[in-house]
């Protein structure tokens, strides 16, 4: 999951989100409500934890407008504001669940676990991913292939996460750096690269078939060439890797 912390507590914001990385998620983290207002309209998350009291723009403000735009990413609002009409009132502007200060992380994670296995989810969003001979659990993190379990490292499974579930399409540099990555990240040249050819290895080692994915992307779009030699032109910096997993 990439998940999006709205928290002006310093401390508690890196709580959550070492938290959600050692968990195996990607956490950005913003400050303000105003900020974080515009970074969740992005519609790139898959959850958010909104702190109630804001800078800015409170937690309250903050998902009705969100609520408001049609944005129905689950929230999750913490707040040591915690008596029983100041929890309706939080649940009333539209957050999915609401957690009293102070918490512990382990529930936090079960409540944000729980959101996302209950919403309504749109198609395609399923828990469980096939493509062939190849599965990934999306929420266990676990993919195997004919039976056989596949260790993956949590960027590995996010990344197959999203070449799964655009199976037979173009999958973008920026795609991938979205769904593995964290909001400040400043990637190399070649990180994608590297994911992807050792991926690739894991997903390949010890069957005779090969799995193909593909992923392609443009360096600089204004080049014009013979779709045959482009894979070999170092100013398209194209990786081809067919995505056509085993029928």
Known sequence: MRILV?????????YLVRGLMESGHVADTVEDGRTGLDMALEGIYDALIVDRRLPGLDGIALIRELRGRGLHTPVLMLSALDSTAQRVEGLQAGSDDYLGKPYA???VLARLDALLRHRDQPPGAARVLRVGSLQLDCVARTATREGRTIVLQSRESLIL????????EVVTRGMLLESAWDYDFDPVDNVIDKHIHRLRRKLDEGFSQSVYCILSFEMQTNISMDPSTRFGNPLLRTICLRHSLEE
């Open 6 to 14: 709205i928290e002006d507590d310093a401390r508690a914001a890196a």
């Open 105 to 107: 992380f382990v529930e």
């Open 161 to 168: 996460e999203k070449l799964m579930r655009h199976s037979g």
